[in-house]
């Protein structure tokens, strides 16, 4: 809320306020007119000037968010607020993106329906998810389609198989889901280099002594078991207040990070493991070191107890 005063208002604060309003109004109409129903926001969601992309990759120059995606979260918020009467507009959209891909006319606010969808329904949209991350029609919102099933669930991340590794960018400042979530995913697709690079002094110690007289192959053997469809899939949940433990994306515009301890040198944050339909299969401690680097601070793990670690995520992949 905005605190009042008897003061006169300066002329910047008034065309602050002002454009502010007209910010809103735009949102919700683009002629000054709030939009009431749930036909009517889906329309607005994947309207003809939108571009057809990503929407949590959609940048220009800088990582400030565009106004784009500042409008497509606020009109997602609002047909997630209308709750279980914007379902049928909603899954007559996603219906369309699932049978016609890039094709369907609502392709472009896929990412944002179902967000809107994750967070009216919560774990029910789970199966649903689940069947639009195999469909290779949306390959290209396959990371999308894993934060909606973090949304659902109230994860901090889910990590399916079927994720592309490559040109994931993050626009914020890193975060340690982000070393988990690519320790995870190349765990789940039995990349070594690209795990080995998600590792800190301690842990890349204990990879090389599990892996002293034997193989990578003969190691991971011995911890994972293959499903027979290869597809797996594992969400987490961060013990700890605030941002760190809440999803990628919750429909929420401004978020603070709390109490989290950025400035730490290392962090240890308790961790439960779920499997892909949100049930508890392990919890372990997991350490995290804060790496100084030119583009920023990152986070490596940093477990001496690798093996334990990896045994807990292929528990709750494979199990």
Not at 10 to 31: E, N, W
Not at 70 to 80: C, I, K, N, Y
Not at 162 to 186: H, M
Request: glycine share 8%; hydrophobic share 40%.
């Amino acid at each position: 809320m905005f605190r009042t005063t008897h003061h006169a208002r300066s002329p910047i604060f008034v065309a602050c306020m002002t454009l502010v309003v007209l910010s809103v109004l735009a949102v919700r109409g683009g002629k000054g007119q709030a939009l009431h129903s749930a036909s009517d926001l889906v329309k607005s969601l994947s309207g003809a000037d939108r571009p057809r992309t990503n929407p949590l990759r959609l940048r220009v120059f800088t990582c400030g968010e565009t106004e784009g995606v500042r409008q497509g979260r606020v009109v997602a918020s609002e047909l997630a607020q209308i709750g279980r009467a914007a379902i049928p507009d909603i899954e007559l959209a996603l219906d369309s993106v699932e049978q016609e891909g890039t094709s369907s006319k609502f392709f472009s606010a896929a990412g944002w329906l179902v967000f809107a969808y994750s967070r009216i329904q919560g774990p029910s949209t789970v199966p649903w998810l689940t069947r639009m991350i195999e469909n290779p029609k949306l390959a290209s919102y396959r990371l999308v389609l894993d934060h909606a099933v973090a949304l659902s669930l109230g994860l901090t991340s889910y990590v399916s198989s079927l994720r592309n590794p490559e040109g994931v960018f993050i626009c914020r400042r890193k975060e340690p889901r982000d070393a988990l979530d690519q320790l995870v995913l190349s765990w789940e697709q039995n990349d070594r280099s690209r795990l080995e690079l998600a590792l800190g002094t301690n842990a890349t110690k204990a990879l090389n002594a599990l892996l002293t007289g034997q193989s990578w192959e003969s190691m991971r053997s011995e911890i994972w078991t293959e499903r027979s469809s290869g597809k797996t899939a594992v969400g987490y949940l961060f013990d700890v207040p605030g941002r760190w433990s809440e999803p990628e994306e919750t429909l929420v515009e401004v978020r603070g990070y709390g109490d989290v301890p950025l400035a730490a040198a290392s962090v240890g944050i308790e961790t439960r493991f779920k499997n892909d339909v949100g049930l508890d299969c392990a919890t372990h401690r997991i350490n995290f070191r804060k790496v100084d680097e030119p583009s920023g601070v990152t986070y490596q793990i940093d477990n001496s107890d690798l093996k334990d670690l990896l045994r807990s995520i292929a528990v709750c992949a494979t199990g």
